[in-house]
């Protein structure tokens, strides 16, 4: 069991995070969809590196991730996704497959220096049919990401803290206003893609249902 805290560190402010992370919908071939979310934190590069690839740091802002962390190796993450590392390229990126509920998809991050700081970007790339994408939209996937960004921005404020305890967190007005925000953000970014608005907008309440229990 990882060590968890019931809230946000003081020091990040959730609003200013929701808003400064960058969002994008893409379409591959055939049902190919792409959400992409990237964000730039103040660290350095190889420290951004070291969170999103070291175990024990992972479970720190993600959660515990177990297996073979190398170039065709296997993981887990508890309670989630399993798959494959298929490509690495430290300390710069890597390519995992993400395996969950029966269906395979893609995930790729990424680690740059940006300015100041250095950017995470996340790209996850898998196959959904026209009436599931109609339903939920990018949301789907793209809330549960901005969820571990915003995980990220705890952890680098106080590496040593424990990861937010999800569900305690969760069930508080600021947690239901990030998640808001967030849906509302990926809706937006569907929108400039292509998709209807009504669409996209239906989708959005459903994805907020979703994630906030209403």
């Not at 730039?40 to 070291?50: G, I, K, N, Q, R």
Request: hydrophobic share 40%.
């Amino acid at each position: 069991m990882s060590e968890t805290n019931a809230a946000v560190n003081s020091s990040v402010d959730v609003d200013a995070h929701a808003e400064s992370v960058q969002r994008s919908v893409g379409y591959g071939e055939v049902d190919l969809r792409v959400a992409t979310i990237s964000q730039v934190y103040p660290t350095t590069a190889e420290d951004l590196w070291e969170a999103c690839t070291v175990a024990e740091r992972l479970a720190r802002w993600f959660a515990p991730v177990t297996g073979d962390l190398r170039l065709g190796g296997t993981y887990s993450v508890q309670g989630n996704a399993s798959g494959t590392v298929e490509s690495c390229d430290p300390p710069k990126s890597y390519g995992i497959t993400w395996e969950f509920g029966g269906d395979v998809s893609w995930v790729t991050v990424t680690v740059v220096p940006d300015g100041d700081g250095a950017r995470f970007t996340l790209e996850h790339r898998a196959h959904v049919d026209d009436e599931r994408w109609s339903e939920y939209g990018p949301g789907a996937v793209g809330v549960g990401w901005d969820l571990a960004l915003l995980g990220l921005a705890n952890h680098l404020v106080d590496p040593s803290a424990g990861a937010i305890d999800a569900e305690a967190w969760g069930a508080t007005e600021e947690a239901r206003g990030f998640i808001a925000a967030a849906s509302a953000a990926w809706a937006k970014a569907s929108i400039a893609a292509g998709t209807a608005v009504d669409a996209a907008e239906a989708a959005r309440d459903r994805v907020t249902g979703f994630y906030t229990g209403t």
